[in-house]
């Protein structure tokens, strides 16, 4: 393990985490809204709103799959110092970090099962940027409609048509994150 995989985490842990989770709240409970989050400076290709989700999301009861485009040994290092989560397939992840078109063509990310619908892998999504756009969001959480500039398959990475099973997702970009739950109605206009 080098020096830089030590640094990068939380400098005042107690408080950044409890603002970043505050944070990672209210995108879950305000779908489509987007958040700026800081704290964390993880290595490349990671953004901080990833690094952020990561952090405060993940520890060693946790298993994380990273896709190609994320795995390497710095991120790795990373994620073992400061959350001590393991790695994990995509089928037994509780967690999965990754780029939008990678995670979308991974299908067997657990949608949990009826006894147990919170037993879902969460997707922490990477976009190229996070803006209001050409999909509109209804559902719990928003007033009247949220709009988000998403690629296709959002409906389909979530498996909604397995709710209240499904999966969850973290959007990211550079500083910025919001969220898609599985609960949002998603139409692209």
Request: aromatic share 6%.
């Amino acid at each position: 393990m080098d020096a830089s995989s030590l640094s990068g985490g939380f400098v005042d842990h107690a408080v950044q985490s409890a603002a970043a989770f505050r944070a990672l709240l209210q995108a879950m409970a305000r779908p489509g809204l987007i958040f700026s989050v800081k704290g964390a400076e993880p290595p490349a290709p990671l953004s901080i709103a990833a690094g952020v989700a990561v952090l405060t999301l993940c520890d060693a009861d946790t298993m994380i799959y990273l896709a190609p485009s994320v795995d390497n040994d710095d991120v790795r290092a990373w994620i073992a110092f400061h959350t001590g989560a393991p790695f994990a397939s995509s089928q037994e992840a509780d967690f999965a970090v990754g780029n939008w078109d990678e995670l979308l063509k991974i299908r067997d990310f657990s949608s949990g099962n009826d006894e147990y619908p919170d037993q879902s892998a969460t997707l922490i999504c990477a976009l190229p940027a996070l803006g209001s756009g050409n999909s509109r969001l209804t559902g719990p959480g928003i007033k009247e409609e949220h709009w988000l500039d998403l690629p296709v398959g959002g409906d389909e990475m979530r498996r909604v048509d397995l709710y209240p099973c499904g999966r969850d997702l973290i959007l990211t970009a550079g500083d910025k994150l919001a969220a898609l739950p599985r609960t949002v109605r998603l139409e692209a206009c």
